[in-house]
């Protein structure tokens, strides 16, 4: 197929446009359930996603001398060809002869933080030496990558204020083409910042007296129009700093949510806006200094309870073997009882069950005079109904249905005496 006509290469404000439907195939599947059609036009406004930018939504009309049929596109994706395919749920005739209207709202917000991105990447660049490897734009704020190692927020906050002031003095943003010579030739003195792998004409977006990048997708004519840009925060990743920011009616949207969620943790604290930050740093210290003494109270608690449980259980032929569960108990201490009662007396064995949910947590700990493995021994036992756990030698976890729990204790008991009774005859051979 002849590749599409690109109507906003040229004029990105266009809003409606007429063409021809060049090609019309049926999708094997659809998310609805019913028909989903692809529609190749000659000439599109439609911007397909492409370098980090959404694609445009809107109307497709086919007018008769009765009646407008409005057909909505959905998506825009172009093929290796150079197609551009909408993507729609009534299928339209080829050659029959169309309107198409762009969804202008959310192409003008897609402009607006798409030359945003140019001129955030163009300051970091000039300013802090680090380049963008790669953009989103997301439904809510933008991000960009940058190849650089930590940032300050002072720097931040001077890349912000540089962005801001160049936006109010309201710099032309322009459209120029060159050969791919002529393109890659301004690469090497320093005049073009990115050129993409492609060949042909290069399409590029010049800021003035700050940037010119090699670019497919749709800009605002002024710097003005992007109409404010707020760096939202930052955040390391795999290839450098991940920067999020927003610009236009994003920026106040963003600035407005985060001036309502603090006014109403404010509130919540009874403080004013300037004294939150002291006072959530006293309230994190106090916090702290209350989990330690919570940790050192539960520790002591568990010590408490495991000398008395341990004290409540007879030796029985020279082992202590006892098995206890826990309905109002956690986890984590259910675990503490089991490790601490294994060291309140010699020749002592805890099974401790956890019933707090479904499955149950069983744990298993013995004293340090006793040689058999816990950890082997839950394992084994465990993978007996196709589980997994263990542990070390002394203490040892795993999880079970509650159902299984009674027959899993009983091959968990079976399997310690026989291990205590290997070890008296290995004792007694020695």
Known sequence: MTPTERLYYSDPFLQEFTARVAKLRELSSASHGDCLWQLALDRSAFYPTSGGQPFDTGLLSTPTNLTRNDVMVEQVEEDEEGTVWHFVREAISEGTEIRGRIDWPRRFDHMQQHTGQHLLSAIFVRELRAPTVSFHLGEKTSTIDLATGALAHHSLERVERIANEIIGEDRAVAISYASRAEAEAMLVSGELRKLPDRQGTIRMIDISDLDRNACGGTHVRSTGQIGGLLIRGMEKVSRGIRVEFACGLRAIRAARFDSSILTETAGLLSTGAPEMPGLIKQMLHDSRAASKERQKLREELATYQAVEIVNNVPLESGIRLIARSWRDRDRDFVRLLASRAAAAAPSTIAYFCAEEADPVRIFLSRSGDLKFNCGQIMKEALAGLG????????????????????????????????????????????
């Open 387 to 430: 589980l997994r756990g263990g542990g070390s030698p002394d203490l040892a976890q795993g999880e079970v249905p509650a159902s299984q729990e009674p027959g899993f204790q009983a091959i968990v008991m079976d399997a310690i005496r026989r291990a205590i009774a290997a070890d008296h005859e290995t004792s007694s051979i020695r």
